[in-house]
């Protein structure tokens, strides 16, 4: 479904991802681990037409996408759920879930895309007049999520669903991944809680220093030595 082919991309001449290449097969969950500073937001954003590489080549179904803008990528039926949720703080619930419909035209679609987010998070529509910026982190970030499911992705990015929040919110966030994927949307994580994201997804790849270092099943770079030391303290 999303293929990367040989990306880098850079900073006022430093090279932030280098000769990155990987894919996301159709309903696959594809976790990217790495440290801070690996270079996993800047992929993310690249993919979404935030950021322009400096060569490869990003495919969507086989068409190119690499050089889009943003509100491009939108139509085509890839959504980002951003580091830190960055909802409007000062508007309401609602009014935030109809921003991430922008792209949709049809008013029956989007009242579908209400339904189901408010069946994914059942408190959202007790709270749909409630500011945005009054939620706990949890519920921003659950907001977030709803918010990029209301473009009717077939792709949606998450990066760092579970930064902020509460312990006994994440593992409620990772289900809510897994429903999603069941549902048919594919996942491209972004995480750090390395742990969770490879019990949650099909594949993973290891982002180290802008570079692809190693690649895998979930279960099999859960028993991975590498990983283990360097990102689960065991």
Same mark, same amino acid.
């Given at each position: 479904?999303? *293929? %990367? ?11 932030? =991802? ?5 894919? %996301?097969?159709?309903?696959?969950? %594809?976790?990217?681990? !790495? ?11 690249? =993919? &979404? ?15 190119? =996408? ?12 890839? *959504?980002?759920?951003?580091?830190? +949720? ?5 508007? *309401? ?10 792209? %949709?035209? @049809? ?5 579908? @895309? ?12 007790? +709270? #749909?007049?409630?500011? #945005? !910026? ?13 918010? !990029?499911?209301? *473009? +009717? ?37 972004? /995480? ?21 270092? &190693?690649?895998?099943?979930?279960? /099999? ?14």
């Amino acid at each position: 479904m999303l *293929s %990367v082919h040989n990306l880098s991309v850079g900073y006022k001449g430093l090279l932030a =991802i280098q000769d990155v290449s990987f894919e %996301v097969k159709r309903s696959e969950v %594809v976790s990217l681990i !790495g440290s801070n500073g690996a270079g996993k937001t800047t992929l993310l954003k690249t =993919i &979404m037409g935030l950021l322009k590489p400096m060569k490869g080549e990003i495919r969507l179904n086989d068409q190119v =996408i690499s050089g889009l803008p943003a509100y491009e990528v939108v139509r085509k039926k890839i *959504s980002l759920v951003p580091e830190g +949720r960055r909802l409007f703080p000062r508007l *309401s619930v609602r009014d935030n879930l109809l921003l991430g419909a922008y792209t %949709v035209n @049809s008013k029956e679609q989007i009242a579908e @895309s209400l339904e189901t987010v408010q069946r994914l998070f059942p408190w959202v529509k007790e +709270r #749909a007049d409630q500011r #945005a !910026g009054t939620l706990s982190g949890g519920e921003q970030q659950q907001v977030a999520i709803a918010r !990029g499911l209301m *473009s +009717r992705p077939d792709l949606l990015m998450l990066d760092e669903p579970s930064l902020g929040v509460m312990p006994k919110l994440v593992t409620e966030i990772f289900r809510t991944v897994e429903h999603i994927a069941a549902e048919g949307v594919t996942v491209l994580l972004v /995480e750090q809680n390395v742990f969770e994201a490879l019990q949650v997804c099909h594949r993973a790849y290891v982002l180290q220093t802008g570079r692809i270092v &190693m690649e895998g099943s979930g279960s /099999e770079l859960l028993q991975c030595d590498m990983v283990r030391k360097a990102y689960l303290g065991m």
